[in-house]
């Protein structure tokens, strides 16, 4: 029988530390453990819109942990999500399960958005810490999510949507529950791909206004189990500057009464 490390409640212990230094470790290692060149004409074949998949991700003994700590979120920190037939719970406020805030906090990282834009080639990506519709999600037997294309704008980031991932924390699942999640041609006529949320599974995928996209059939997993996933959103600017760039000024101009940079003086 697979042993499995005790969670402490404590941020202060030493063994939760280690815990802690072991995932941002992983993450500071990820691009020598994972090459994202190595992948990048993988991302960029994929059907119907560039996406890959990477099965066991995090290391097991951490994800084996991850993985039990949405039980630990209280429940009036979750929302109930309910449109057109879709019904999942979901919650981005992770502060009481510790590892997994850890986790969020590397995909918000810069190392991690680096190791992205050189898998996906998508340019100066932005994280969003506030975890506008992204977050934990967790989904129940007879539940399902419903067909649809993704949010395009961030509001509190005033950005363009860019990029989606995933990574399924549930501990276990059986292909026999159902939850694919079915990405569909842009006419909406068949699926194109139909992905397992297997534990420990990684998925990044590119926005795009036409993907239609979701897990339709209701689940059929026992009540004790549901399907969990972690959902984080990337995002770009197209935005200009309200001024013309410059550097950090330590320079007056006396006559102008204005900074100046030395280096367009003459």
Same mark, same amino acid.
């Given at each position: 029988? #697979? #042993? ?17 230094? %072991? &995932? ?8 020598? #453990? ?6 990048? +004409?993988?991302?960029?074949? $994929? ?9 066991? *991700?995090?290391?097991?003994?951490? @994800? ?16 109930? @999500? ?24 590397? *995909? ?6 680096? +190791? ?18 992204? $977050?934990?999600?967790?989904? *129940? ?5 419903? &067909? ?24 276990? +699942?059986?292909?026999?529950? =159902?939850?694919?999640?079915? @990405? ?8 194109? %791909? ?25 689940? /059929?997993?026992? /009540?004790? %189990? ?9 995002? %770009?600017?197209? $935005?200009?500057?309200? /001024? ?6 330590? +320079?007056?101009?006396?006559? #102008?009464? =204005? ?5 367009? =003086?003459?």
């Amino acid at each position: 029988m #697979k #042993k499995k490390l005790p969670i402490s409640n404590t941020h202060n212990t030493g063994l939760n530390q280690d815990l802690h230094q %072991q &995932l941002y470790i992983f993450f500071n290692n990820l691009i020598r #453990k994972i090459n994202p060149r190595d992948y990048f +004409w993988d991302y960029k074949s $994929g059907n119907p819109v560039p996406y890959i998949v990477f099965d066991n *991700f995090l290391p097991e003994h951490l @994800f084996d942990l991850i993985s039990q700590e949405p039980n630990k979120i209280p429940d009036h920190t979750w929302n109930d @999500f309910t449109r057109n037939g879709s019904h999942m719970k979901e919650c981005k406020s992770v502060i009481d399960a510790p590892l997994l805030h850890t986790l969020v906090n590397c *995909f918000n990282s810069g190392v991690f958005v680096d +190791w992205l834009e050189r898998l996906t080639d998508h340019k100066k990506l932005v994280p969003d810490p506030h975890l506008i519709g992204a $977050g934990v999600s967790k989904t *129940f037997k007879n539940s399902s999510l419903k &067909l649809h294309t993704d949010f395009n704008w961030n509001d509190e980031l005033a950005l363009n949507r860019a990029l989606s991932l995933i990574l399924y924390i549930n501990p276990v +699942w059986e292909e026999a529950w =159902q939850g694919d999640l079915e @990405f569909w041609d842009f006419d909406r006529k068949k699926i194109v %791909q139909s992905i397992s949320p297997k534990p420990n599974r990684l998925l990044i995928w590119n926005y795009d206004p036409r993907l239609i996209h979701g897990y339709p059939i209701p689940l /059929e997993c026992p /009540e004790d %189990q549901a399907r969990l996933t972690l959902r984080m959103f990337y995002f %770009q600017s197209d $935005g200009k500057p309200r /001024e013309e760039p410059h550097r950090s000024l330590y +320079w007056w101009d006396e006559i #102008k009464k =204005q900074p100046l940079d030395d280096r367009t =003086q003459k």
